[in-house]
Nanobody, 129 residues
Framework: QVQLAESGGGSVQAGGSLRLSCAAS????????MGWFRQAPGKEREGIAI????????SYADSVKGRFRISQDNAKNALYLQMDSLTPEDTAMYYC??????????????????????WGQGTQVTVSS
């Protein structure tokens, strides 16, 4: 089974930037999209960004729109999240995920978040004021 592994998390001051990476251990057959999700302590999981594999179309949650940018490198089986203008409200565990269903992909930013087929273990992002 292909596994996803996030990296790039850490601690940063408000206004700073981080770049998260997600590496897949192999090719994900029929992958339709990948996304970034986050979960803060005591809060439900939130879908924040999604990118479609073929069209490379993207969508963002309002909470991160204009500050975060999702990108992918299909040749490297990699996903990225550039996060700028970070605030303490961005503090959370960040997860990457992949799915093969366009229906599931289309619901990525809805609440509750759908159960994507593949998930990483997460990387912690902490933003201090």
């Amino acid at each position: 089974q292909v596994q996803l592994a996030e990296s790039g998390g850490g601690s940063v001051q408000a206004g700073g930037s981080l770049r998260l990476s997600c590496a897949a251990s192999g090719y994900i057959y029929s992958k339709r999209c990948m996304g970034w999700f986050r979960q803060a302590p005591g809060k439900e999981r939130e879908g924040i960004a999604i990118i479609y594999t073929r069209s490379e179309g993207t969508s963002y949650a309002d909470s991160v729109k204009g500050r975060f940018r999702i990108s992918q490198d299909n040749a490297k089986n990699a996903l990225y999240l550039q996060m700028d203008s970070l605030t303490p409200e961005d503090t959370a565990m960040y997860y990457c995920a992949a799915d093969i269903s366009l229906v599931v992909c289309g619901r990525a930013l809805q609440r509750p978040t759908p159960d994507f087929r593949l998930w990483g273990q997460g990387t912690q992002v902490t933003v201090s004021s």
